[in-house]
T-cell receptor
Framework: AQSVTQPDIHITVSEGASLELRCNYSYGATPYLFWYVQSPGQGLQLLLKYFSGDTLVQGIKGFEAEFKRSQSSFNLRKPSVHWSDAAEYFCAVGAPNDMRFGAGTRLTVKP | KAGVTQTPRYLIKTRGQQVTLSCSPISGHRSVSWYQQTPGQGLQFLFE???????NKGNFPGRFSGRQFSNSRSEMNVSTLELGDSALYLCASSPTSRGTGELFFGEGSRLTVL
């Protein structure tokens, strides 16, 4: 079965600074990869997804992620963080009839 | 298009009681999945229903059960509540099976067991 690891439990960045959230996965075949965001008291919202094709995918709210097969990674990036980006971010890896979520990375944005 | 609706949003129960949570998926979505979210365990998969059939089940005791109706609405039930069942229960719907497409989440039902 597939698995996903988010090495960073909590990250703090200053507003306007760049952001990179790490995600590593384990799966034998080409995975379906997702990043979700959860604001306090809310459900999860999809930021972006990778199924195939171009390894750099663009998502909503200015986020992007790059699939690197050789490193089994799917890191999320944003060039300039806004205070409203403070939330919890989940990486997920999917396979037919299965979806595994990472433990999440909580993002704090300093003014 | 209306999103995924979960009811109730908040509820408080005592140990030993049972609870039923409801989820109305996005119109046309046939897959409904349930997750338990706690600070210590993160997102844990409970079960998935697809066209009224339970397709997958996570590693939870038999006290946790669910069902899906012909209109795709789903309910989950937890019997004989324990303190450790306190959590945010999230429902997600999808037009395809879980794993190969986007999951659309509701805002969750926050259960507190006293």
């Amino acid at each position: 079965a597939q698995s996903v690891t988010q090495p960073d439990i909590h990250i703090t960045v200053s507003e306007g600074a760049s952001l990179e959230l790490r995600c590593n996965y384990s799966y034998g075949a080409t995975p379906y990869l997702f990043w979700y965001v959860q604001s306090p008291g809310q459900g999860l919202q999809l930021l972006l997804k990778y199924f195939s094709g171009d390894t750099l995918v663009q998502g909503i709210k200015g986020f992007e992620a790059e699939f690197k097969r050789s490193q089994s990674s799917f890191n999320l990036r944003k060039p300039s963080v806004h205070w409203s980006d403070a939330a919890e971010y989940f990486c997920a890896v999917g396979a037919p009839n299965d979806m595994r979520f990472g433990a999440g990375t909580r993002l704090t944005v300093k003014p | 298009k209306a999103g995924v609706t979960q009811t109730p949003r908040y509820l408080i129960k005592t140990r030993g009681q049972q609870v039923t949570l409801s989820c109305s998926p996005i119109s046309g979505h046939r897959s409904v999945s349930w997750y338990q979210q706690t600070p210590g365990q993160g997102l844990q998969f409970l079960f998935e229903y697809f066209s009224e059939t339970q397709r997958n089940k996570g590693n939870f005791p038999g006290r946790f059960s669910g069902r899906q109706f012909s209109n795709s609405r789903s309910e989950m039930n937890v019997s004989t509540l324990e303190l450790g069942d306190s959590a945010l229960y999230l429902c997600a719907s999808s037009p395809t099976s879980r794993g190969t497409g986007e999951l659309f989440f509701g805002e969750g039902s926050r259960l507190t067991v006293l």
